[in-house]
């Protein structure tokens, strides 16, 4: 098996393993949960118990969406001190409950509006442009580039993200027909080595051109040379990106071999020799070795 499939494998595993781990903690709070909810329903009634419900459920949510605890504990101290300064009955209860039931929907549906009506931006924009170089026409690409999107198996990239990635696929004039196998290298690529998307698509799209790889048909063997190209160096793989974005133009313009490019990379980068430096060691590196 691969080095990248082995890492995506084991990826997954870690994934597993995390929640399994969290077993035991959300086994504990929902007990505690529980017994929270049984002792406001027998101390304050069933009617004060669901508004804390729904006041606790808004709180998660707003944590999970901004990650900020400030904003979430205080929409929770907000929220109980509304629900203890009011007298529940029946009637209160189903406007709280109905209106929190109608927000919930509309949110989402407001949320899914501006995400498509983004990605339908994202898309004009990548047709038309994409229609200087392509036998296709723009209103034809706008539908074709969806269509490469949703059949590319990229399960860790959002419609945002997949769109912005056609939009660099599109400016480094990538064929309709390779953006498919792109997406999903980039994809593997990404997860692997923990870098933004749209970094890694640029650095993918210029390392298949520097060894003359037709992007639409990256291997195995050629993935898993890119992620050894980072493991094999002293530096994050976005600082080694850093690098590479510095000195790839020895490779071309100065037609450099691209594997001698690679290694005596790695050794500047090894030897610590500053960004700014690093063309010149490369240059004199490869000079002693022809």
């Not at 529980?34 to 508004?51: H, N, P, Q, R």
């Not at 999970?64 to 029946?90: H, I």
């Not at 899914?112 to 009506?117: C, H, K, L, P």
């Not at 998307?197 to 992007?215: A, G, H, L, R």
Request: net charge negative; glycine share 2%.
């Amino acid at each position: 098996m691969k080095q990248s499939s082995i890492n995506a494998l084991k990826s997954l595993k870690s994934t597993f393993q995390a929640a399994y781990n969290l077993v035991p903690a959300l086994i504990i709070s929902a007990i505690l949960l529980t017994i929270g909810v049984m002792t406001v329903i027998i101390k304050f009634g069933l009617y004060m118990a669901f508004s804390l419900i729904i006041i606790v459920l808004v709180s998660i949510i707003v944590y999970s969406k901004t990650k900020n605890y400030g904003e979430a504990a205080l929409s929770l101290v907000v929220g109980m001190l509304t629900v203890f300064t009011v007298k529940w009955n029946t009637t209160r209860l189903i406007v709280l409950a109905s209106s929190w039931l109608g927000f919930s929907p509309i949110s989402i549906i407001i949320s899914s509006i501006s995400i498509a009506s983004k990605s339908e931006s994202i898309y004009l924009h990548n047709s038309a442009f994409m229609s200087y170089y392509s036998s296709y026409s723009s209103d034809e690409l706008y539908d074709l580039l969806q269509e490469e999107a949703r059949k590319a198996n990229a399960p860790t990239f959002g419609p945002i993200e997949t769109a912005e990635i056609i939009r660099i696929l599109v400016y480094k004039n990538i064929k309709l027909e390779d953006m498919k196998e792109a997406i999903e290298k980039i994809n593997i690529l990404t997860n692997i080595i923990q870098v933004p998307s749209d970094e890694v698509t640029y650095f993918f799209v210029d390392f298949c051109e520097m060894f003359d790889t037709p992007i639409g048909n990256v291997s195995n063997v050629f993935l898993d040379y890119i992620y050894n190209s980072f493991r094999s160096v002293t530096v994050s793989p976005r600082k080694f990106i850093d690098y590479y974005n510095e000195s790839k133009k020895l490779v071309f313009l100065n037609n450099v071999d691209p594997d001698l490019y690679i290694d005596s990379l790695k050794k500047g980068i090894d030897l610590k020799i500053n960004k700014e430096d690093i063309n010149d060691f490369i240059s004199n590196d490869i000079n002693q070795q022809v």
